[in-house]
Structure formats: structure tokens, C-alpha cells
């Protein structure tokens, strides 16, 4: 069976958990004997000239250039199904109707709630924000969710085009949502509730060497440093846990973070930029648990499901995807959103009782062997390509 699977590169061009399923499930399809075309469309190189970002942002309405890419490999590679890994900014709504004219099979990967939130995770001031999911979504033009006014009424255009006009019901046979709580939004926004599968995304069997001593001896976190994944609460955590602590990633609150860190004399605390996959996992496998204190909807957490495979519980908030995978694991703990001094709490009790923690950790396992690993995820796409 011939697959082509697409996935609009971003602006900064920064790895991201969208590319990285993109990456994994091509490379999964490929061991299961498929000839898969695998491509990452936009320009590898970015101009940071005001002219050029104003031209990009404009196209990602609709692309003539991606409409006849796709067509092009359509006709070459003659697909039976072709699978969309996220459109904005250059694949854009026009790379659907491309793969609809010839009549392909069209499937498209709810990766968060870009289609409703102009900031792409109900993320605004600092807080979680689903104003509009509930109302209009002119709501993230007025707010100027998405980089500013201008931006944000480009990406509410895109939106509004393609819940208003039917147009993603129209062009795609079948979406596949990372949780309920994304399949939950776009069934409350007006997708065809029929149409759409949830999948998670999966992560490999832990490869594990016998002779591997694991030591319990901090906690960690895995992600980008920004105040949308929590970083207020990850310097609570700072400030109030006093074993070793790991962070592990970089972002625009890396800085500050590290200069806090300085200040207030964190001997404790670890920096450790970013690391490859190998080795974040082996720092996770020696951790009391990993701490995921993102504040925004966070769709799916590719850090949680490679915690649960390990067997390392999570805690986090209450919120989107995240929360809804550690409460249906049983492998973890989640706090209200925002709530700081029980979410150092859980963490505690994860360093301080270390029945309850292997009695997470093998939930942890358990659900990671029914839902998250390699077998189980190529079925339900063999399933989903197929209906």
C-alpha cells in the first residue's frame, strides 16, 4: 500500500512533539512493509525580512504551491491514502482540496486545538483560556492570541473557513484526534463526530539493559521553558523540593530560570539543555516521578506516555489531553489547574512513598502496554485508513 504523509514544517523550524509523530508513524508504517513518501513541505531556510514573513503568513490562507505539490506526488506516487500531520503555515486548507480532487483518501491528525484557538492551546495571560471554543472565535482576534491583531485575523480566517464553510468535513474522510478532550473540542465547534478516531500517539518499548541500576534520586521535567508549560510552578517546585531536580529543555524562560537558580542558591538544580531521546529517558527511569506543569491544553504529552512506559508516575494539572492521560492511567496525579501547593504536594508524595510510587509506575506500564506502544498503534491506523 503506497502512503503519503505530509507535515507543514513551522516558521522557526523548531522539533516539535507534532513532528516527531509525524517522523515515528512514517517510520512505523515503513517496518510494516509499506512504501511510504514522507515529506516535510515548506522552505528550509526562513527569511527573517519583514516582506518575507508578511508574504508567509498571508499564503497560509490558501497556497497555490501547495495545492500543486500535492497533486504532483498524487500523481506520481499514487497514494491510496494520504495523511495530513498538521496544515498551517504552508501546507495550508488548499493541500485538502488538492487530495480531494483526485480522489484519494484524506486523513488529517488533530495534533491541538489550531482550528479553534488562534494561539493554537487555549493558552492566554498566563492562564488556561477556552473562550473560543465556548463563543466566537473572533475572540483571539480581539485578544491578539497568535503574535498580534494582524497574525491572530489571519489564522481566525483560516479557522472560520474551515468550520463555516463545512470545509474540513467536506475534504477529509477521516480525523484521527490525540485524546477525547481534542476530539471533545472539534465535535462542540461542529466536525462530524463519526468522521473522527481518537489514536495516541504511540512510543517505543523501553529498551532496557539488565545490567541498568536505577537510582531514585530526583525528579525531572521535560520541556520547552516557557510560562504556557509552567515554568511559575517550576520554580515553585525550585523554591520548595529539595532533592534533585532536572530540567531538561530550553525556551525563553531558560534565562531567568537559570538566574533565579543562581540567586537563590540552588545547589539542587540541574540544567541540562536539550538532550536526545536516550538519554531524557534514562534521567526520567532514575527520577521519583516527572513533573509536567504545563498550564495550557496540552493535546497529548509525549513525555508522559515515555514516563508510563518506564514506569515513572506523572504529575501535572488537571487540563486537556494531559490530564485526561494520567487520570485514565491511574499513574500519576493531577492538581486543579494552578494550583501550586498541591501540585509540589503530589510531587512529594511520589519522593516520600515509595509503595505508592511502584504501584503507580507498573499502572504506568500496564496502560502503556495496552494503548501507547508500536503494535497497538498500527492497528488502529490500519483500521482508520481503511473505513
Not at 490558501?62 to 498524487?74: D, G, H, P, T
Request: charged share 20%; net charge positive.
Amino acid at each position: 500500500m503506497n502512503i503519503l504523509i505530509l507535515h507543514s514544517l513551522s516558521v522557526s523550524g523548531a522539533v516539535s512533539g507534532e513532528r516527531i509523530v509525524f517522523n515515528r508513524e512514517a517510520a512505523l508504517l515503513r517496518a510494516n512493509g509499506h512504501n511510504v513518501r514522507a515529506i516535510e513541505f515548506g522552505p528550509r531556510r526562513i527569511s527573517n525580512s519583514l516582506f518575507y514573513r508578511f508574504y508567509y503568513l498571508v499564503s497560509s490562507l490558501f497556497s497555490l504551491k501547495a495545492f500543486f505539490f500535492v497533486r504532483k506526488n498524487i500523481k506520481q506516487f499514487k497514494p491510496g491514502v494520504v495523511h495530513f500531520h498538521g496544515l498551517f503555515p504552508f501546507l495550508t486548507l488548499s493541500s485538502l482540496m488538492a487530495a480531494r480532487i483526485d480522489g484519494v483518501k484524506v486523513v488529517l491528525t488533530l495534533h491541538n486545538v489550531g482550528f479553534i484557538c488562534c494561539e493554537g492551546g487555549f493558552f492566554r495571560n498566563h492562564g488556561f483560556c477556552d473562550t473560543c471554543l465556548k463563543s466566537s472565535m473572533f475572540n483571539g482576534v480581539l485578544n491578539s492570541c497568535y503574535k498580534n491583531k494582524f497574525a491572530s485575523f489571519i489564522k481566525y480566517l483560516i479557522n472560520e473557513v474551515s468550520f463555516s464553510y463545512n470545509f474540513l468535513n467536506r475534504n477529509v474522510d477521516s480525523f484521527i484526534a490525540v485524546s477525547d478532550f481534542i476530539k471533545s473540542a472539534y465535535v462542540t465547534k461542529g466536525l462530524d463526530y463519526s468522521k473522527i478516531f481518537v489514536k495516541y500517539n504511540h512510543v517505543a518499548a523501553p529498551n532496557i539493559d539488565s545490567t541498568e541500576v536505577l537510582v531514585k534520586q530526583g525528579i525531572t521535567f521535560v520541556g520547552r521553558l516557557t510560562k504556557s508549560k509552567g515554568t511559575d510552578t517550576l520554580l515553585s517546585i525550585m523554591k520548595s523540593i529539595d532533592v534533585r531536580i532536572n530540567i531538561i529543555g530550553d525556551g525563553e524562560e531558560s534565562a531567568f530560570l537559570k538566574k533565579m537558580s543562581g540567586i537563590l542558591g540552588f545547589n539542587n538544580v540541574y540544567f541540562h539543555g536539550v538532550l536526545d531521546n536516550p538519554a531524557a529517558i534514562l534521567m526520567i527511569r532514575n527520577s521519583y516521578c516527572t513533573v509536567i506543569p504545563s498550564v495550557c491544553a496540552e493535546s497529548f504529552s509525549l513525555v508522559a506516555a515515555e514516563s508510563f512506559v518506564n514506569g515513572i508516575p506523572v504529575v501535572a494539572y488537571d487540563v486537556g489531553g494531559l490530564g485526561e492521560l494520567v487520570k485514565k492511567s491511574k499513574a500519576g496525579r493531577v492538581s486543579k489547574v494552578g494550583d501550586q501547593v498541591d501540585f509540589i504536594s503530589n510531587v512529594e508524595f511520589f519522593i516520600n512513598n515509595l509503595e505508592e510510587n511502584k504501584n503507580a509506575g507498573a499502572k504506568g506500564v500496564l496502560f502503556a502496554s495496552s494503548e501507547l506502544l508500536e503494535d497497538y498503534s498500527y492497528s488502529c491506523l490500519m483500521n482508520i485508513y481503511w473505513l
